[in-house]
């Protein structure tokens, strides 16, 4: 039996969503060292080897129904989940989970989520009337609250925290030399993380201008390009394709990496482009100034939540503002520092309430 059943998008090794397992676990077990997990995952036995817990297939309804009957409480954790740009089967089946949740009288909770867009009719109206039936709603940003009020989910206890992965203690994070020594990065290189993915909609001279735009930044900053794949392998295809368009040196990190690994090579970076939402969040909670380049409503909402909106869109990539945009925050990049070191205090701090959230609803 479980105190709490986690639901996510984890196995898949992305970086961003096995951050906030390993960030809701660990604030969890701070809180309550004696509370029992199960997490449903596309690879049970790696994350219950990983992360020391009971794991069961995500896809195996026959044992999450059994599961559920036996547990208290599950906790959709994290991440733009309920959404459907990417296309309806996820959310589809999110939803199913929530609700099979409520059928076998578990407590639910979503935790620190972001929501949306939900763009299709059917799947807004069967989102709104499972959500209403949650007990308990936190999200890390604004527009999901947005979002949640224009499809009608008025029942649950709405409260708006942060990212789960600013909980995540970065202090003892150490050296990312290892991993950047194997990448061929000469030492003493000033490196600037390249986070990208493949996006269906991306201007076809992304890549192009993108090679040009790092190219730049090493001939006028000295700055050279280090990219790090958040999914692996699904990007790193489209990472050595804007290595092979650029003229200077560039490198690439060609393994997965846990997530303190991923902290530890990015702690290496005077700069951060980032595509991927979990890029920027682990740059800001090592208060790495980040350029943001935007395929998602999530980035421009985060980006307006540290009140730095500026940003580049993929689908109509500007590469006269990028350019401009990246040496602002290179010029700029002490300050920026200094800057998100304050935010980081504060965020950490509203990231934690989640998890007081959670408990109050368990022992309720």
Known sequence: ?????????HGFANSGDEALLFAILNTLRKKRPELDFTVLSNKPEETSEVYNVNSIGRYNLFKIRKEMKKSKMLLFGGGSLLQDVTSSKSILYYLAIIRLAQKCGMKTMLYANGIGPITKKRNRTLAAKILNKVDFITLRDDKSDEELKSLGVTKPKIIITA???FTIDTEGKGSGRFFTNIAGVPSGTKLCIVSIRAWKNSSPYFCSDLAKLCDQMVENHGIYPLFVPMQYPEDTDISKNVMSLMKKPSYIISRELSVPEMFSVLSEAE?????RLHSLIYA????????PICYDPKISAFMESLNQPDRVDVESFDYAKAERLLNTIILEKNERRENLRKTNEVLRRTAEKNAEFAIELLEE
């Open 284 to 291: 800001t909670t090592l208060a790495i100034p980040a350029m």
């Open 271 to 275: 700069i951060l482009i980032g595509m």
């Open 1 to 9: 039996m479980a105190d709490i059943l986690i639901s996510g998008y």
């Open 163 to 165: 990212d789960p992965a």
